[in-house]
């Protein structure tokens, strides 16, 4: 698993229509360094299981070779990316798409107490205002936002008072 990628995906709105699907392209291994690091895990898994101790229980590398990358000498680096570009997904949370940041920022959807610029009375409270991928679960930090969220939506009703 790829903890820090660095290929950025896009997340954009088709109308303004709020019943509309938006657009979603994850842009998976846009960056090349991506598909360079996790061919090195691969690497160093392929050492694993060569090892005495895994060899003695029968641990395999039982792949199979994929017609789609049968181009390529089976366990080299062309023959990985293939795979990696055919079978690879996206499974963990992903973040930061509506990222948080200083008023003004260019590139942070939600200031520092999580209002959309821009917009009144709309705030974003998930995962999606990370400034950047946590390396980990994101579950725990989530709920911090969630709790500082909460807190800050409490203050301003009593400031309101």
């Not at 229980?57 to 990985?80: P, R, T, V």
């Not at 009144?120 to 980990?136: E, H, Q, Y």
Request: aromatic share 8%.
């Amino acid at each position: 698993m790829l903890l820090q990628p660095k290929s950025i995906g896009e997340l954009t709105l088709k109308s303004v229509d709020p019943f509309d699907y938006p657009s979603i392209k994850t842009n998976q291994f846009s960056n090349e360094e991506d598909l360079n690091d996790l061919v090195s895990i691969i690497h160093l898994f392929e050492e694993f299981i060569s090892t005495k101790s895994m060899q003695s229980i029968g641990a395999d590398l039982n792949i199979s070779k994929g017609s789609f990358c049968s181009q390529h000498e089976f366990k080299s680096d062309e023959f990985w990316r293939c795979m990696l570009r055919h079978i690879s997904i996206t499974f963990c949370h992903t973040t930061s798409s509506c990222r948080m940041g200083h008023t003004g920022n260019k590139f942070a959807v939600v200031d520092l107490d999580l209002k959309v610029q821009g917009l009144d009375n709309l705030r974003v409270v998930d995962a999606s205002v990370f400034p950047s991928v946590t390396t980990g679960n994101t579950n725990v930090p989530t709920i911090a936002v969630a709790e500082k969220a909460a807190d800050m939506i409490r203050f301003d009703k009593i400031d309101k008072t």
